[in-house]
């Protein structure tokens, strides 16, 4: 199947008792067994549920996985990640990371013996530098999040394999989804979805998934998923099911509109930098443009004025796009990563790698671009 039949076909079977198209929500904790050990595949809702699983194979369709895994949230499903680690191993991550995930590697794992390098993953010789014998897992975001940085998926994989083919390498794919970039296909072993965002695309859920293709490494995740218990409800996962099939469609009208607004930014007298992989000026556009199909619809940018005032007259003069956390839904929102999806990040490490008070992140949804440019304008010149 191409990918926009997979978003609505992949993976999914009728319900074979009514022929439902879409598969109920299976709204039940547990199930009757006709003996003591004899049942019909599921026994308690916390190991498997049939909402769940249809949502679970899709997952694992669109990513062309062969196992996929839908949890509580976005964080449980790097917590499960790392639970599969031991004190002493060590990960590598880029420096330029989602707040929350950064917060969990430093202050919950690091306490439990766990190491955590953060590196420019701009360049792979930083990856390949940082490899030590302790090494075991790679954690990629790419793009980045705020700063859109652009981790070379294929090449990283290939150097940390090359060294030690043992080491984990997993990749948050949050920001691309699979409709824009397919790292299993690169070659890494696990890729990771902020559910919350795009797959669900409606700002009515939080979830998230993990996919791979192995099945050894697919027991291990599943059986840290089932004894930890940080597993979506049957309701949440029917409504990320119907996200993912619209998830083409949306990616489309994001990608449009997130090239638009980059472009007027650039241009505009206000605006410092804009930090968008599609446009000719990033860093990384080369590379984006080999893993990525098209690159989103989300776009970072600094004002001239790096005042946190000016940010905040921004902020509070948009009228369509909302001033609120989270991103990837139909809604365009936008964000002050220093006090709001950042502020776990110590002052020094932010302002470091350039997450500064003028910094700001749209998250470009899918209305009518001019309606975008409108409120970007008239918020710009407040």
């Not at 949890?71 to 880029?94: N, Q, R, T, W």
């Not at 360049?123 to 490899?131: D, G, L, P, R, T």
């Not at 994001?254 to 090239?259: A, P, R, S, Y």
């Not at 671009?369 to 409108?374: C, F, G, K, R, S």
Request: charged letters at 20%; glycine letters at 8%; aromatic letters at 8%.
């Amino acid at each position: 199947m191409k990918f926009n039949t997979k978003t609505i076909h992949g993976g999914q079977e009728h319900e074979p008792s009514t022929g439902s198209v879409m598969p109920p929500i299976f709204q039940t904790s547990t199930y009757a067994q006709s003996s003591p050990g004899q049942h019909k595949g599921y026994e308690y809702s916390r190991a498997a549920n049939p909402t769940r699983t249809a949502l679970e194979n899709s997952f694992a369709a669109i990513e062309n996985g062969t196992h996929g895994f839908a949890f509580s949230s976005g964080l449980s499903a790097i917590d499960c990640v790392l639970k599969m680690l031991h004190p002493g191993d060590e990960v590598i991550a880029g420096d330029d990371l989602y707040g929350g995930t950064y917060r969990m590697f430093t202050k919950m794992f690091g306490k439990y013996g766990l190491k955590f390098q953060f590196v420019d993953m701009n360049s792979v010789e930083n990856v390949s530098k940082a490899i030590t014998d302790a090494t075991k897992l790679i954690w990629l975001e790419t793009p980045t999040n705020p700063l859109m940085k652009i981790a070379d998926i294929e090449a990283i994989t290939k150097v940390t394999k090359a060294k030690n083919s043992e080491i984990l390498v997993a990749v948050d794919n949050t920001f691309a989804t699979p409709y824009l970039q397919r790292p299993l296909d690169l070659g890494v072993d696990i890729v990771m979805h902020s559910a919350t965002k795009y797959l669900g695309g409606h700002s009515d859920l939080v979830m998230g998934a993990l996919m791979v293709k192995d099945a050894t490494l697919a027991e291990q995740l599943h059986f840290i998923q089932f004894a930890g218990g940080a597993v979506a409800g049957p309701m949440d996962s029917f409504l990320a099911l119907r996200g993912v099939k619209t998830l083409h469609i949306r990616m489309q009208r994001h990608c449009e509109n997130g090239k638009a607004v980059a472009h007027y930014l650039e241009s505009h007298p206000k605006v410092k930098e804009v930090f968008y992989p599609g446009l000719e000026s990033h860093p990384n556009h080369a590379i984006a443009k080999k893993q990525m199909d098209d690159f989103g619809g989300m776009v970072s940018f600094r004002l001239k004025d790096e005042s946190q005032q000016a940010a905040f007259t921004f902020l509070e003069n948009t009228t369509v796009f909302i001033l609120a956390e989270s991103l990837g839904g139909v809604e365009s929102l936008v964000n002050h990563p220093t006090t709001m999806t950042h502020a776990s990040i110590p002052v020094e490490e932010r302002e470091k790698i350039g997450i500064t008070d003028s910094l700001i992140r749209l998250s470009v949804g899918i209305e009518d671009v001019n309606d975008l440019l409108q409120d970007l304008e008239q918020a710009l010149n407040k």
